[in-house]
C-alpha cells in the first residue's frame, strides 16, 4: 500500500522564556492508505502536537511532513484552508462544537464554510442528505435539531465525527475521541471508527487508552519525543 503520510525528522520546541522545551525530537512517520494506525504516549508526550502537525494546525521548528506527495510547508492561503477542511478531518478531544448551532448545522458547517454562497446553493441538497446520513449512521437521527449543550458527551462526540467526516477526507485525525467518556459510550465511538475503517477510511487516532490501542491496526508509542514501533 502507498504512504499517504510521510513525516521525516519532525522536531518541534517551544521557547519557554530563556529555556527550550524539545517536544518532538526527530519523529519519523509514515500512514499508509486505508490504515488505521494509533498513537499512544504519557500525557505531555506530544501526541495532540504531532497529530496538529500531521493536519497542519500547526508547523514543525524542522522536519517536513508529506501529504500525498505534496509538503504542507508549501500550502498557503486557499490551498492551507482547502487541506484543512477537505482533505483531513480533526475530531478534537472537547469537540469543539459550535454551541448556537444544532447538530445538523453543526456537520454542515465545513462543507459551506468551502463552498461560497453561490456553491452553497448548488450542493446544499446533496450535503445535507449526506450530512443526516452520517448522523443516523452514529444513532443521531433524532436529535438533528438539538445543541450540543443538550447532547450527551458521546452524542456530542458523534457528532464531531460526523463534522470531521462531511467533506469526506483523505485521513480522519482523532485525538483521544474516547477520552473523556465512559467505557460502554468510547466503545461506541470505537465502534464507529471501526466501521469506517472496513470501509477504507484512513485514520490516525491519538488515545491513552492501551485497551483501545490493541483494536486497531498498528500502534506506535511517542518516547522521549521520538516514535517507538510497538
Ligand atoms: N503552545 C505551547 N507552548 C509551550 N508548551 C506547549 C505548548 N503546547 C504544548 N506544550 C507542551 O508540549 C508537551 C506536549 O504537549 P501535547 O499536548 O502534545 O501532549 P499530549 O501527549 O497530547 O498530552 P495529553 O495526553 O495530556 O493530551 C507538553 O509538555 C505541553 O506542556
Ligand atoms: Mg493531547
Known amino acids: 500500500m ?27 512517520l509514515s500512514v499508509k492508505k486505508g490504515e488505521f494506525l494509533v498513537i499512544v504516549g504519557a500525557s505531555g508526550s506530544g501526541k495532540s502536537t504531532l497529530l496538529h502537525i500531521l493536519g497542519a494546525l500547526d508547523q514543525p521548528t524542522k522536519g517536513s511532513v508529506e501529504f500525498d506527495g505534496i509538503r504542507l510547508n508549501t500550502l498557503w492561503g486557499r490551498k492551507l484552508d482547502r ?33 461560497g454562497t453561490l456553491g452553497w446553493l ?20 433524532d436529535r438533528l435539531g438539538h445543541k450540543p449543550y443538550e447532547l450527551s458527551g458521546g452524542e456530542r462526540q458523534r457528532t464531531a465525527l460526523a463534522r470531521a467526516l462531511i467533506n469526506q477526507p483523505q485521513v480522519l485525525l482523532a485525538d483521544e475521541p474516547t477520552g473523556n467518556l465512559d467505557s460502554r459510550t468510547g466503545s461506541g465511538i470505537l465502534e464507529s471508527l471501526s466501521t469506517l475503517h472496513q ?24 518516547t522521549d519525543g521520538r516514535v517507538q514501533e510497538i
Request: avoid cysteine; charged fraction near 25%; hydrophobic fraction near 45%.
Open 83 to 115: 487541506f484543512r477542511n477537505h482533505t483531513v478531518g480533526f475530531v478534537f478531544q472537547f469537540y469543539h462544537l459550535l454551541n448556537e448551532l444544532s447538530v445538523l448545522e453543526n456537520v454542515l458547517a465545513p462543507a459551506m464554510a468551502s463552498t
Open 2 to 28: 502507498t504512504a499517504i503520510i510521510k513525516a521525516r525528522e519532525i522536531h518541534k520546541s517551544y521557547k519557554m522564556g530563556k529555556s527550550t522545551l524539545d517536544v518532538l525530537r526527530g519523529v519519523d
Open 122 to 141: 448548488t450542493v446544499r441538497k446533496r450535503t445535507i442528505n449526506r450530512a443526516e446520513k452520517l448522523l443516523e449512521q452514529f444513532g443521531l437521527k
Open 199 to 222: 470501509a477504507g477510511q484512513t485514520i490516525v487516532m491519538v488515545t491513552h487508552d492501551e485497551r483501545i490501542a490493541g483494536r486497531a491496526g498498528r500502534v506506535i508509542r511517542l
